[in-house]
């Protein structure tokens, strides 16, 4: 049943300033107390019935999986004392595979938080992909076959820590409920005796399944392997056959041997051969080397690159494929054409974000050039500016779609994963498009499948929320939500407002807290009643010094938590809109995770979120304008989200 709110009225409120900052002291939290005075808009009278992941998560079919025992909740409570920091990964010839926390200043050698089961059991999600234990990184070779989506993953058996890697595999009918399969592949052979690494699925069209992936060899050297399913009848796909002679390929001379990973899915060219890419470095220049094969048994190295950037450094999962400039479809990786553009994506091993670029690719010349040179690979656009890692996409040949996975680090320490017992998840598989619109980005939207999830609707129409403003959206418990939500700025206020040569940072002007002409303004998610801890999603607007209006898209975790060891960056970037768009975004609210969407999916950012009061019950939701000049007028659809069903057990299954 759909709740409205119509009030199409100016919400009046006594301003109290956001907090500035990181939480400075508890006693000054503590000391600020509950506002005396707070608008509300009311969407009736809720029955908490999203709010799960304590007891257990209620799936699709009714059935509760039960999270944990109360006796291991005990065993997870944290003792505050101070942490170390560890790496994970880089000796054996990876990225940093420890947490976001390692790579900050702002608590190393400080003081773990004392986390308790509570507080540790809320942040695991309830619709988004994780194993039931252990620690979890990359997509592998995700495809679609005979009826079944299959994901594969790097998955350590043995801890919530990087280390001692194999391939996990689940499959589902619909990306969002899944059933976890036995291992699919082990490090047996000296040739991934040191971890069975990141890989890419190719479907041949005699419907041949070819698995390449990296070994770590048991001397740490990078070689590519071939494996391919055991049983092409069996839709589970659940065993799986190394190619007896691997390695198929091992470093050329030129490249180090830890420097050598990632194959990509292999598209076919003009003259009937497989081609793939394989990420790399020469000194500081990222690159990306381009192999052909015929049998994918061996293989030819072919002369020159695909890309090489300057200052980047080594070039990780590596993905390449077209983008229609027509249709709002996707492409099967070999597809060509006269209205077919080429992006090229990579992971950054320096700087651990994702990086694309739009572009031309002459088959000949083995060349990609991007469309824009000031956003050339590796130093211009990104898939999510926020946690997000590692990404890889396939295309599903069962609705015409590219479907895109990532890597979803944690943000708070080893030790705090170690007690809650897991590590990592993947963001909501998302659609990729061409933005036929801007002609210079891709537009990423949530499955459609998601939206299956969606239970009971709170709508609040042309809410007016004026400078200094932080209204309570009364939706209940705010842990598990769906919300799509549109803001427009009064043309009176817009107009009257000088230009400026202000220029806008979402990670370095200060966050939410910062107040201009036309903004901050958006939501609070994972709010608690006092505002002690809060996470804004929000945009900020720039008339700049020519008249014309900068937006920026940010995610502030400043405040997010009152935990001193976890993570609290500020993410965000500009996003186009266009004359006559409204600002617009959609955010996926899960425990702690929150995927932010704005204008369509042009920009997007990812967080992390480790509250220790905002949670279950005490979890809101907030609308705020921190603007000084502006009224802003809201309307909002907030979803209550039911949890996907993921089951950790085997089960019989009909094909």
């Keep these: 049943m759909d709740r409205t709110n119509n009030s199409n009225h100016d919400v009046p409120f006594t301003y109290v300033s956001l907090p500035i900052g990181p939480h400075e002291d508890e006693a000054l939290v503590e000391s600020?107390?509950?506002?005396?005075?707070?608008?509300?808009?009311?969407?009736?009278?809720?029955?908490?019935?999203?709010?799960?992941?304590?007891?257990?998560?209620?799936?699709?079919n009714g059935n509760i999986t039960t999270l944990t025992s109360n006796e291991d909740l005990k065993q997870k409570t944290i003792h505050s004392h101070k942490w170390k920091p560890v790496s994970r990964g880089v000796s054996a010839g990876v990225s940093e595979k420890s947490n976001r926390l390692f790579t900050k200043s702002n608590n190393i050698g400080g003081m773990l938080f004392p986390w308790n089961n509570?507080?540790?059991?809320?942040?695991?999600?309830?619709?988004?992909?994780?194993?039931?234990?252990?620690?979890m990184n990359d997509p592998n070779g995700p495809l679609y076959y005979k009826g079944w989506y299959h994901f594969f993953y790097q998955y350590n058996?043995?801890?919530?820590?990087?280390?001692?890697?194999?391939?996990?595999?689940?499959?589902?009918?619909?990306?969002?409920?899944?059933?976890?399969?036995?291992l699919a592949m082990v490090a047996d052979e000296w040739y991934d005796q040191n971890g069975v690494w990141t890989g890419s699925a190719t479907i041949l069209p005699n419907g041949d399944i070819i698995m390449l992936y990296t070994g770590a060899t048991d001397a740490l050297v990078q070689v590519q392997n071939l494996a391919y399913p055991a049983d092409l009848s069996d839709p589970l796909l659940i065993d799986w056959i190394k190619y007896p002679k691997n390695p198929v390929l091992v470093p050329p001379p030129e490249i180090e041997v830890y420097d050598f990973r990632d194959p990509t899915t292999a598209w076919l060219t003009s003259q009937g051969k497989w081609r793939i890419s394989i990420g790399s470095k020469m000194n500081k220049t990222g690159i990306a080397l381009v192999y052909d094969t015929k049998d994918f048994k061996t293989f030819e190295r072919i002369e020159g690159i695909l890309r090489a950037v300057p200052k980047t450094g080594m070039w990780e999962c590596v993905d390449f494929f077209p983008v229609s400039t027509k249709l709002d479809i996707g492409l099967d990786t070999s597809a060509r054409g006269d209205d077919v553009k080429y992006v090229m994506k990579v992971?950054?091993?320096?700087?651990?974000h994702d990086y694309y670029a739009l572009g031309t690719y002459d088959e000949n010349g083995v060349d990609f050039v991007p469309d824009d040179t000031n956003k050339d690979v590796g130093t211009g656009l990104r898939y999510d500016y926020g946690v997000f890692y590692a990404s890889k996409t396939f295309y599903d040949q069962s609705k015409e779609r590219r479907v895109l996975w990532s890597w979803i680090g944690e943000s708070d320490s080893e030790d705090a994963d170690v007690a809650k017992g897991w590590a990592s998840l993947m963001g909501i598989p998302r659609t990729i498009v061409f933005d036929k619109k801007t002609g210079s980005n891709l537009l990423q939207w949530p499955v459609e499948e998601v939206e299956r999830l969606r239970m009971k609707r709170c709508k609040f129409h042309n809410e007016k929320v004026m400078p200094g403003s932080v209204v309570l959206l009364n939706i209940g418990s705010a842990s598990q939500l769906d919300i799509e939500a549109e803001f427009n700025i009064d043309k009176k206020d817009i107009e009257k407002i000088k230009q400026t040569n202000e220029e806008y940072n979402c990670e370095t002007s200060g966050g939410a807290a910062n107040r201009g002409a036309l903004g901050p303004f958006g939501l609070l998610v994972l709010a608690d009643e006092g505002l002690s801890e809060y996470t804004p999603i929000y945009f900020y607007v720039v008339k700049g010094s020519n008249g014309n209006l900068k937006t920026s898209f940010c995610s502030d975790q400043s405040r997010s938590s009152l935990a001193t060891d976890v993570d609290k960056s500020i993410f965000g970037s500009t996003v186009p809109v266009l004359e006559g768009e409204k600002l617009s975004l959609r955010i996926l609210v899960d425990h702690s995770i929150v995927e932010s969407f704005a204008q369509g999916g042009r920009t997007c950012v990812t967080s992390r979120v480790?509250?220790?009061?905002?949670?279950?019950?005490?979890?809101?939701?907030?609308?705020?304008?921190?603007?000084?000049?502006?009224?802003?007028?809201?309307?909002?659809?907030?979803?209550?989200?039911?949890?996907?069903?993921?089951?950790?057990?085997?089960?019989?299954?009909?094909?």
């Design 610 to 655: 480790y509250p220790t009061t905002a949670i279950y019950e005490n979890a809101q939701l907030f609308l705020f304008n921190n603007a000084t000049e502006a009224t802003v007028t809201a309307s909002l659809n907030v979803w209550h989200m039911n949890s996907a069903f993921i089951n950790d057990k085997q089960v019989k299954l009909k094909s």
């Design 157 to 182: 058996p043995n801890g919530a820590f990087w280390g001692d890697i194999v391939w996990g595999h689940a499959v589902s009918r619909d990306l969002i409920h899944w059933i976890h399969l036995p």
């Design 118 to 135: 509570t507080m540790l059991a809320w942040q695991r999600t309830a619709f988004h992909f994780q194993p039931e234990e252990n620690w």
């Design 347 to 352: 992971s950054l091993d320096d700087d651990r």
């Design 32 to 60: 600020r107390g509950k506002w005396k005075a707070r608008p509300v808009v009311f969407c009736g009278l809720l029955v908490l019935v999203s709010l799960v992941a304590f007891n257990g998560y209620k799936g699709s």
